[in-house]
């Protein structure tokens, strides 16, 4: 089978091996922490309804298709990222 790993993937293996990682302490509670902040964030709890460019939602889709992912959640994700000061300007 050949080596499919991107570039970031084989530093992030070569850093392991290296000794670089360390365990986190408090697994448990640092699992329920994390956990309780993805679910918030993560929780969709209000529905919008917006007017766009025919041209714009393919292009979305087209996106949404090659990253695996519903069209909707790249929407959701785009928006996310922008409110909180994430989103980067590929230019």
């Known amino acids: 089978m050949k080596n499919r790993l991107s570039k970031d993937e084989k530093e992030i293996v070569k ?7 360390n365990s986190v302490g408090k697994l448990d509670e640092n699992i329920k922490k994390y956990s309780s902040y993805a679910k918030s964030t993560l929780r969709k709890d209000k529905r919008i309804n917006i007017r766009i460019n025919e041209k714009d939602l393919e292009s ?3 996106i949404a298709v090659d990253e695996g992912i519903p069209y909707q959640t790249l929407i959701s994700s785009l928006i996310h990222k922008f409110v909180t ?3 980067v300007d590929g230019k």
């Open 85 to 87: 000061g994430k989103l």
């Open 15 to 21: 850093s392991y091996e290296n000794g670089e990682w």
């Open 60 to 62: 979305l889709q087209n």
